[in-house]
């Protein structure tokens, strides 16, 4: 048995309202409306038969921390990279002064009542993303002044595909601060994604997750943001990583046939792009074709994650798992488990 030292590329905090409610400042804490906009009322939880999540989200932000400690010290757990549960839909918020001021006290609260009683968590913040220029300031104050390091962005939700000039501001705030973005899948709101016609929970969180991350990978690599940023680091988080070749073997053929007038900047295949930049993609457990797509990626660019505690997290399971594949190498699991986190947050 495998006793690779971990880090955690993409666990959870469950942020509760009344918490980030203290960080609010005046006069946005005077309202009494919700800090993000509802979405239809999926069972997550499958008529209570998923209990962690509903478990974990009775936990204060103090006691969380100290289950994460916990569970850390249990598995040989180094360092866990914690992204909320529903802050991240802020972008969602149309009255950008109460978007930038949710987003704020949000990145407050991380930083606060997480990440400062524990050097072992770390908080993912959120940005203001209706307005670029918003979330480039709120970038750089929660790296200069909270300590925040990586920053949420979920597929929908957002004005414009993350491919898109419109953007700019934020990766250069982000390349300049030495900043993370992880584009987090999420299933809210599904019908933003064409999935109105499915009729399960199960139908929607398998197609929504996929769909919302291969929406903005084709916007961001089609429209050059490694070219145009090159010291940015992105990652693609909860899909697995399986999809890969067969993705961009169709953006290769795309970009064989249209390069010169719908992908100006790209001098060199999706693919090989892919390879030489600093975009990274976590696994899931049980992906079958996994070697294989590290064959023709390159074992560089894949983090592990726990999804802790969320209700189809498969943790500690997938823990063991990596440790113990026999169809990795101790090096590649050694990079995937470690060495790629570490270099990916600059631990």
């Known amino acids: 048995m495998s006793n690779i030292t971990a880090i955690d590329a993409d666990g959870h905090v469950i942020e ?3 918490e980030i409610r203290k960080h609010l400042k005046a006069p946005w804490n005077q309202r009494t409306t919700a800090l993000r906009p509802g979405d239809q009322p999926w069972d997550n939880y499958m008529f209570g038969r998923f209990v962690t999540e509903m478990t974990w989200s009775k936990l204060s932000a103090r006691e969380q921390v100290n289950k994460w400690h916990e569970i850390m010290d249990e598995h040989q757990i180094e360092t866990a990279i914690c992204f909320p549960t529903g802050s991240g839909s802020v972008v969602r918020l149309q009255e950008l002064q109460f978007q930038i001021a949710v987003a704020r006290a949000c990145n407050d609260h991380f930083a606060a009542d997480y990440n400062a009683h524990s050097k072992r968590i770390k908080c993912v913040g959120v940005l203001p993303l209706r307005s670029p220029q918003a979330a480039a300031e709120e970038l750089e104050r929660a790296v200069k002044e909270l300590g925040i390091t990586t920053f949420e962005i979920l597929p929908v939700g957002l004005p414009l595909a993350l491919g898109d000039s ?16 992880g584009i987090h899948g999420t299933r809210s ?3 933003e994604l064409g999935a109105e016609g499915l009729n399960t929970f199960a139908e929607v969180h398998a197609y929504a997750f996929t769909a919302g991350i291969l929406l903005q990978f084709t916007s961001m690599i089609c429209q050059g943001i490694p070219v145009r940023f090159p010291k940015l680091r992105f990652a693609f988080l909860e899909i697995g990583a399986t999809w890969l070749p067969y993705y961009l073997d169709r953006l290769d053929e795309h970009w064989e046939k249209r390069a010169e007038v719908e992908m100006p900047l790209l001098k060199e295949k999706p693919s090989e792009l892919v390879r030489k930049s600093e975009v990274y993609f976590s696994i899931e457990p049980g992906e079958s074709q996994l070697p294989a797509t590290i064959d023709y990626v390159g074992a560089d660019h894949f ?8 209700w189809d997290s498969e943790f500690p399971g997938n823990l063991k798992h990596t440790r113990n594949d026999t169809s990795l190498s101790e090096a590649v699991k050694e990079k995937i488990l470690y060495k790629n986190a570490k270099r990916l947050f600059s631990l």
């Open 16 to 18: 509760r309202e009344s």
């Open 303 to 310: 983090v592990w994650a726990s999804d802790i505690p969320h």
């Open 189 to 191: 709101w599904s019908r």
């Open 166 to 181: 419109f953007y700019d501001p934020v990766y250069a705030a982000a390349e300049r601060c030495g900043a993370v973005l």
